[in-house]
Protein backbone atom coordinates (compact mmCIF):
# COMPACT_ATOMS: atom_id res chain seq x y z
CA UNK A 1 0.00 0.00 0.00
CA UNK A 2 1.55 3.38 -0.86
CA UNK A 3 0.70 5.68 1.95
CA UNK A 4 1.41 9.52 2.42
CA UNK A 5 4.34 10.32 5.12
CA UNK A 6 1.54 11.10 7.93
CA UNK A 7 -0.01 7.26 7.42
CA UNK A 8 1.24 4.53 9.67
CA UNK A 9 0.38 0.69 9.44
CA UNK A 10 -1.05 -0.81 12.83
CA UNK A 11 -1.06 -3.87 14.56
CA UNK A 12 -3.31 -4.39 16.15
CA UNK A 13 -6.15 -5.02 14.74
CA UNK A 14 -7.97 -8.24 12.70
CA UNK A 15 -10.03 -8.79 9.60
CA UNK A 16 -13.97 -9.43 10.42
CA UNK A 17 -16.13 -11.92 8.13
CA UNK A 18 -18.29 -9.66 6.89
CA UNK A 19 -15.29 -6.99 5.40
CA UNK A 20 -15.09 -4.87 8.20
CA UNK A 21 -11.97 -4.59 10.20
CA UNK A 22 -11.54 -4.37 14.20
CA UNK A 23 -9.67 -1.83 15.63
CA UNK A 24 -7.80 -3.96 19.05
CA UNK A 25 -5.63 -1.35 20.22
CA UNK A 26 -8.86 -0.58 23.42
CA UNK A 27 -11.70 -2.05 24.57
CA UNK A 28 -13.75 0.20 21.88
CA UNK A 29 -13.43 -2.00 19.90
CA UNK A 30 -14.18 0.01 16.41
CA UNK A 31 -15.50 -1.93 13.27
CA UNK A 32 -14.63 -0.43 10.41
CA UNK A 33 -15.68 -0.61 6.79
CA UNK A 34 -13.28 0.52 4.19
CA UNK A 35 -12.42 3.99 4.61
CA UNK A 36 -14.40 4.34 7.83
CA UNK A 37 -12.72 6.27 10.54
CA UNK A 38 -13.30 4.92 14.25
CA UNK A 39 -14.02 6.52 17.49
CA UNK A 40 -11.20 8.09 18.24
CA UNK A 41 -10.96 9.86 14.14
CA UNK A 42 -7.09 8.95 13.78
CA UNK A 43 -7.14 5.07 13.44
CA UNK A 44 -9.21 4.22 9.94
CA UNK A 45 -9.68 1.51 7.60
CA UNK A 46 -7.54 1.82 4.19
CA UNK A 47 -7.74 -0.81 1.59
CA UNK A 48 -8.43 -3.28 4.30
CA UNK A 49 -6.45 -2.41 7.33
CA UNK A 50 -6.27 -0.11 10.03
CA UNK A 51 -3.59 2.95 9.82
CA UNK A 52 -2.59 5.72 11.70
CA UNK A 53 -3.80 8.74 9.42
CA UNK A 54 -2.07 11.28 11.73
CA UNK A 55 1.54 10.04 11.67
CA UNK A 56 4.18 12.70 12.60
CA UNK A 57 1.45 15.39 13.06
CA UNK A 58 0.90 17.33 16.01
CA UNK A 59 -1.47 20.50 17.57
CA UNK A 60 1.59 22.17 18.98
CA UNK A 61 4.76 21.98 21.10
CA UNK A 62 5.60 23.47 24.68
CA UNK A 63 8.12 22.98 27.43
CA UNK A 64 6.30 22.44 30.64
CA UNK A 65 7.00 21.56 33.91
CA UNK A 66 7.11 18.19 34.85
CA UNK A 67 4.78 18.81 37.64
CA UNK A 68 1.83 20.11 35.54
CA UNK A 69 1.37 16.59 33.97
CA UNK A 70 1.16 16.34 36.82
CA UNK A 71 3.85 14.31 38.01
CA UNK A 72 5.39 14.81 41.42
CA UNK A 73 8.05 12.21 41.90
CA UNK A 74 9.98 12.03 38.75
CA UNK A 75 12.38 14.22 37.98
CA UNK A 76 11.32 17.53 40.01
CA UNK A 77 11.63 20.90 38.87
CA UNK A 78 12.51 19.89 35.20
CA UNK A 79 11.35 20.56 32.08
CA UNK A 80 9.06 18.69 29.66
CA UNK A 81 8.71 18.72 26.18
CA UNK A 82 5.07 18.24 25.97
CA UNK A 83 2.81 17.75 22.40
CA UNK A 84 -0.43 16.09 21.61
CA UNK A 85 -2.07 15.11 18.00
CA UNK A 86 -5.85 15.05 17.63
CA UNK A 87 -8.78 12.47 18.88
CA UNK A 88 -9.70 10.12 21.49
CA UNK A 89 -11.04 7.04 22.10
CA UNK A 90 -13.17 8.41 25.53
CA UNK A 91 -15.86 10.62 24.98
CA UNK A 92 -15.88 12.61 28.16
CA UNK A 93 -18.44 15.53 28.42
CA UNK A 94 -16.72 17.27 30.50
CA UNK A 95 -13.23 17.00 28.96
CA UNK A 96 -10.98 19.87 29.55
CA UNK A 97 -8.63 19.78 26.30
CA UNK A 98 -11.99 19.25 24.50
CA UNK A 99 -10.66 21.61 21.32
CA UNK A 100 -7.45 18.72 21.37
CA UNK A 101 -9.13 15.86 22.12
CA UNK A 102 -12.38 16.24 20.17
CA UNK A 103 -10.87 17.64 17.37
CA UNK A 104 -11.50 16.13 14.18
CA UNK A 105 -9.87 18.40 12.17
CA UNK A 106 -6.82 17.66 10.69
CA UNK A 107 -5.76 21.33 10.83
CA UNK A 108 -5.72 21.09 14.14
CA UNK A 109 -2.11 19.55 13.50
CA UNK A 110 -0.68 22.96 12.52
CA UNK A 111 3.10 21.09 13.54
CA UNK A 112 4.80 18.22 12.24
CA UNK A 113 8.39 16.25 13.10
CA UNK A 114 9.76 12.91 13.21
CA UNK A 115 10.65 10.64 16.03
CA UNK A 116 14.36 11.77 15.68
CA UNK A 117 13.55 15.16 15.53
CA UNK A 118 11.40 15.61 18.42
CA UNK A 119 14.24 13.87 20.46
CA UNK A 120 17.18 15.72 19.27
CA UNK A 121 15.04 19.13 19.82
CA UNK A 122 14.30 18.10 23.32
CA UNK A 123 17.77 17.66 23.93
CA UNK A 124 18.93 20.63 22.56
CA UNK A 125 16.18 22.43 24.42
CA UNK A 126 17.53 20.87 27.33
CA UNK A 127 14.46 18.78 28.56
CA UNK A 128 14.93 15.65 30.41
CA UNK A 129 11.67 13.89 29.00
CA UNK A 130 9.09 14.02 26.45
CA UNK A 131 5.16 13.98 27.32
CA UNK A 132 2.50 12.50 25.26
CA UNK A 133 -0.51 14.71 26.54
CA UNK A 134 -3.47 17.13 25.51
CA UNK A 135 -5.04 14.07 24.02
CA UNK A 136 -4.51 10.43 24.81
CA UNK A 137 -1.47 8.73 23.35
CA UNK A 138 -3.11 5.11 23.03
CA UNK A 139 -4.92 5.93 19.92
CA UNK A 140 -1.10 7.41 18.34
CA UNK A 141 0.57 4.95 20.02
CA UNK A 142 2.52 3.74 16.99
CA UNK A 143 3.66 7.52 16.94
CA UNK A 144 4.81 7.93 20.35
CA UNK A 145 6.56 4.31 20.98
CA UNK A 146 9.21 5.59 17.85
CA UNK A 147 9.29 9.04 19.29
CA UNK A 148 9.87 7.16 23.01
CA UNK A 149 12.88 4.78 21.42
CA UNK A 150 14.30 7.80 19.70
CA UNK A 151 14.63 9.41 23.02
CA UNK A 152 15.77 6.33 25.08
CA UNK A 153 18.75 6.79 22.65
CA UNK A 154 19.28 10.23 23.45
CA UNK A 155 19.04 9.86 27.17
CA UNK A 156 15.77 11.32 27.35
CA UNK A 157 12.84 9.72 29.10
CA UNK A 158 9.24 9.58 28.12
CA UNK A 159 5.68 10.18 29.50
CA UNK A 160 2.32 9.23 28.71
CA UNK A 161 -0.32 10.93 30.47
CA UNK A 162 -3.66 8.93 29.43
CA UNK A 163 -7.27 7.61 30.40
CA UNK A 164 -5.71 4.52 30.68
CA UNK A 165 -8.22 2.74 28.49
CA UNK A 166 -6.02 0.14 26.44
CA UNK A 167 -6.74 -4.25 25.27
CA UNK A 168 -4.24 -6.03 27.73
CA UNK A 169 -1.82 -6.81 24.21
CA UNK A 170 -1.76 -3.30 22.88
CA UNK A 171 -1.32 -1.71 26.67
CA UNK A 172 2.10 -4.30 26.87
CA UNK A 173 3.55 -3.12 23.64
CA UNK A 174 2.85 0.32 24.83
CA UNK A 175 4.32 0.62 28.15
CA UNK A 176 7.29 -1.27 27.06
CA UNK A 177 8.62 2.16 25.48
CA UNK A 178 7.18 4.52 28.41
CA UNK A 179 9.39 5.63 31.50
CA UNK A 180 6.49 7.10 33.42
CA UNK A 181 2.73 7.94 33.10
CA UNK A 182 0.01 9.82 34.95
CA UNK A 183 -3.09 7.62 34.84
CA UNK A 184 -6.66 9.29 34.80
CA UNK A 185 -8.77 7.30 37.45
CA UNK A 186 -11.91 9.18 36.93
CA UNK A 187 -14.14 7.98 39.10
CA UNK A 188 -14.88 4.61 40.71
CA UNK A 189 -17.89 3.48 38.97
CA UNK A 190 -19.09 2.17 35.98
CA UNK A 191 -21.96 3.99 35.81
CA UNK A 192 -19.74 7.25 35.53
CA UNK A 193 -17.30 5.86 32.76
CA UNK A 194 -19.92 4.89 30.99
CA UNK A 195 -23.09 7.87 31.44
CA UNK A 196 -19.95 10.67 31.42
CA UNK A 197 -16.90 8.99 29.23
CA UNK A 198 -18.82 6.34 26.71
CA UNK A 199 -16.22 3.72 28.22
CA UNK A 200 -15.74 1.38 31.60
CA UNK A 201 -14.40 1.23 34.38
CA UNK A 202 -12.40 -2.23 34.55
CA UNK A 203 -10.17 -1.58 31.43
CA UNK A 204 -8.87 1.32 33.52
CA UNK A 205 -8.41 -0.54 36.63
CA UNK A 206 -6.56 -3.37 34.37
CA UNK A 207 -4.04 -0.75 33.17
CA UNK A 208 -3.28 0.11 36.71
CA UNK A 209 -2.33 -2.93 38.14
CA UNK A 210 -0.83 -3.56 35.07
CA UNK A 211 1.47 -0.70 35.73
CA UNK A 212 2.22 -1.46 39.42
CA UNK A 213 2.96 -5.56 39.38
CA UNK A 214 4.11 -6.27 35.59
CA UNK A 215 5.99 -2.71 34.24
CA UNK A 216 9.20 -0.60 35.61
CA UNK A 217 7.13 2.57 34.78
CA UNK A 218 6.84 5.05 37.13
CA UNK A 219 3.09 6.37 37.52
CA UNK A 220 1.12 8.84 39.39
CA UNK A 221 -3.00 8.75 38.95
CA UNK A 222 -5.23 12.09 38.42
CA UNK A 223 -8.79 12.12 39.59
CA UNK A 224 -10.63 15.39 38.36
CA UNK A 225 -13.30 16.20 40.94
CA UNK A 226 -17.00 16.96 39.54
CA UNK A 227 -19.40 18.40 42.08
CA UNK A 228 -22.21 16.28 42.45
CA UNK A 229 -20.91 13.63 39.78
CA UNK A 230 -17.92 11.84 41.18
CA UNK A 231 -17.30 13.30 44.93
CA UNK A 232 -19.50 11.11 46.65
CA UNK A 233 -16.93 10.38 49.86
CA UNK A 234 -18.39 6.92 50.20
CA UNK A 235 -17.64 6.59 46.40
CA UNK A 236 -14.09 8.38 47.67
CA UNK A 237 -13.71 5.73 50.45
CA UNK A 238 -13.92 2.56 48.02
CA UNK A 239 -11.56 4.23 45.18
CA UNK A 240 -8.94 4.74 48.09
CA UNK A 241 -9.36 1.43 49.74
CA UNK A 242 -8.75 0.12 46.22
CA UNK A 243 -5.81 1.66 45.70
CA UNK A 244 -4.12 1.01 48.37
CA UNK A 245 -5.25 -3.11 48.31
CA UNK A 246 -4.21 -3.02 44.49
CA UNK A 247 -1.46 -0.76 43.90
CA UNK A 248 0.00 -0.16 47.71
CA UNK A 249 0.91 3.10 49.75
CA UNK A 250 3.50 4.27 47.02
CA UNK A 251 1.52 5.72 44.28
CA UNK A 252 1.09 9.65 44.28
CA UNK A 253 -2.49 10.29 43.75
CA UNK A 254 -3.70 13.77 42.63
CA UNK A 255 -7.38 15.42 42.92
CA UNK A 256 -7.75 18.29 40.69
CA UNK A 257 -10.86 21.09 40.30
CA UNK A 258 -13.03 20.50 37.80
CA UNK A 259 -14.09 23.77 35.98
CA UNK A 260 -16.90 23.90 33.39
CA UNK A 261 -15.93 23.40 30.06
CA UNK A 262 -17.34 21.20 26.76
CA UNK A 263 -20.46 19.76 26.99
CA UNK A 264 -20.35 20.31 30.72
CA UNK A 265 -21.51 23.90 31.60
CA UNK A 266 -24.22 23.46 34.40
CA UNK A 267 -21.36 22.17 36.99
CA UNK A 268 -19.59 24.35 39.08
CA UNK A 269 -16.13 24.36 39.96
CA UNK A 270 -15.03 22.11 42.40
CA UNK A 271 -14.70 23.89 45.93
CA UNK A 272 -11.12 23.35 47.59
CA UNK A 273 -12.74 21.89 50.84
CA UNK A 274 -13.59 19.20 48.41
CA UNK A 275 -9.98 18.09 47.25
CA UNK A 276 -9.28 18.49 50.89
CA UNK A 277 -11.75 16.38 52.18
CA UNK A 278 -10.91 13.70 48.99
CA UNK A 279 -7.51 13.95 49.72
CA UNK A 280 -7.94 13.42 53.67
CA UNK A 281 -9.90 9.91 52.55
CA UNK A 282 -7.03 8.88 50.40
CA UNK A 283 -4.37 9.60 53.40
CA UNK A 284 -6.84 8.14 55.97
CA UNK A 285 -6.83 5.06 53.80
CA UNK A 286 -2.95 4.72 53.93
CA UNK A 287 -2.06 5.90 50.76
CA UNK A 288 1.46 8.44 51.47
CA UNK A 289 1.60 11.14 48.83
CA UNK A 290 -1.57 13.21 47.81
CA UNK A 291 -1.97 15.83 46.47
CA UNK A 292 -4.32 18.58 45.17
CA UNK A 293 -4.34 20.05 41.48
CA UNK A 294 -5.87 23.24 39.87
CA UNK A 295 -6.14 25.43 42.91
CA UNK A 296 -3.16 27.18 45.20
CA UNK A 297 -2.97 25.29 47.92
CA UNK A 298 1.28 25.02 48.76
CA UNK A 299 0.57 22.75 51.94
CA UNK A 300 -1.13 20.14 50.07
CA UNK A 301 1.09 20.50 46.85
CA UNK A 302 4.14 19.63 48.81
CA UNK A 303 5.76 16.18 49.85
CA UNK A 304 6.34 14.97 53.20
CA UNK A 305 7.80 12.44 54.88
CA UNK A 306 5.40 9.36 55.62
CA UNK A 307 7.99 8.70 58.57
CA UNK A 308 8.38 11.55 61.01
CA UNK A 309 6.55 13.99 58.59
CA UNK A 310 8.75 16.67 57.67
CA UNK A 311 8.50 18.61 54.79
CA UNK A 312 10.82 17.55 52.01
CA UNK A 313 9.87 19.22 48.93
CA UNK A 314 8.04 22.34 49.02
CA UNK A 315 5.60 23.42 45.91
CA UNK A 316 3.84 26.66 45.28
CA UNK A 317 2.35 25.71 41.66
CA UNK A 318 5.02 24.62 39.96
CA UNK A 319 7.81 26.09 41.25
CA UNK A 320 9.90 24.50 44.10
CA UNK A 321 10.02 26.23 47.41
CA UNK A 322 12.36 23.32 49.17
CA UNK A 323 14.34 20.36 48.71
CA UNK A 324 15.59 18.54 51.94
CA UNK A 325 15.78 15.13 50.07
CA UNK A 326 19.26 13.43 50.93
CA UNK A 327 21.10 11.17 48.30
CA UNK A 328 19.03 7.83 47.48
CA UNK A 329 16.00 10.19 48.21
CA UNK A 330 15.69 9.63 51.71
CA UNK A 331 14.44 11.81 54.84
CA UNK A 332 17.70 13.45 56.35
CA UNK A 333 15.41 13.30 59.62
CA UNK A 334 14.70 10.03 59.75
CA UNK A 335 16.26 8.22 57.13
CA UNK A 336 13.35 7.19 55.33
CA UNK A 337 12.97 6.81 51.50
CA UNK A 338 10.54 8.55 49.37
CA UNK A 339 9.24 6.77 46.26
CA UNK A 340 9.74 7.90 42.88
CA UNK A 341 12.35 8.92 40.32
CA UNK A 342 14.65 11.66 42.21
CA UNK A 343 18.00 12.93 41.16
CA UNK A 344 20.34 14.20 43.91
CA UNK A 345 19.33 17.51 42.74
CA UNK A 346 15.88 18.71 41.41
CA UNK A 347 15.55 20.86 37.93
CA UNK A 348 15.08 24.97 38.12
CA UNK A 349 12.84 25.06 35.51
CA UNK A 350 10.03 26.46 37.46
CA UNK A 351 6.60 27.98 36.01
CA UNK A 352 7.68 28.40 32.78
CA UNK A 353 6.03 27.71 29.87
CA UNK A 354 7.46 27.78 26.31
CA UNK A 355 5.65 27.57 23.26
CA UNK A 356 7.96 25.52 20.35
CA UNK A 357 7.94 25.54 16.56
CA UNK A 358 9.37 22.63 15.09
CA UNK A 359 9.91 24.28 12.09
CA UNK A 360 12.52 26.92 13.82
CA UNK A 361 14.89 23.63 13.95
CA UNK A 362 16.11 21.63 11.00
CA UNK A 363 14.89 18.27 9.64
Same mark, same amino acid.
Given at each position: ???????????????????????????????????????????????????????????????????????????????????????????????????????????????????????????????????????? =??????? !?? &?? %?? @???? $????????????????????????????????????????????????????????????????????????????????????????????????????????????????????? =??????? !?? &?? %?? @???? $????????????????????????????????????????????????????????????????????????????
Amino acid at each position: MNQPPNVKSTRYWHALEDGRVQCDVCPRACRLKPGQQGFCFVRENREGAVVLSTYGLSSGYCIDPIEKKPLNHFLPGTPVLSFGTAGCNLGCTFCQNWDISKSREVQTLADQASPDKIARVAKTLGCRSVAFTYND =PVIFMEY !AM &DV %AD @ACRA $RGIQTVAVTAGYMCTESRGDFYDHMDAANVDLKAFSEDFYRRTCSAALQPVLDTLKYLKHETEVWFEITTLLIPGENDDPEELRAMAAWVMRELGPDVPWHFSAFHPDFKMLDKART =PPATLLM !AR &DI %AM @AAGI $RYVYVGNVHHEAADSTYCHGCGEKLIGRDWYVLTAWKLEPGARCPSCGEPVAGVFEDQPGTWGARRQPVSMRSYAD
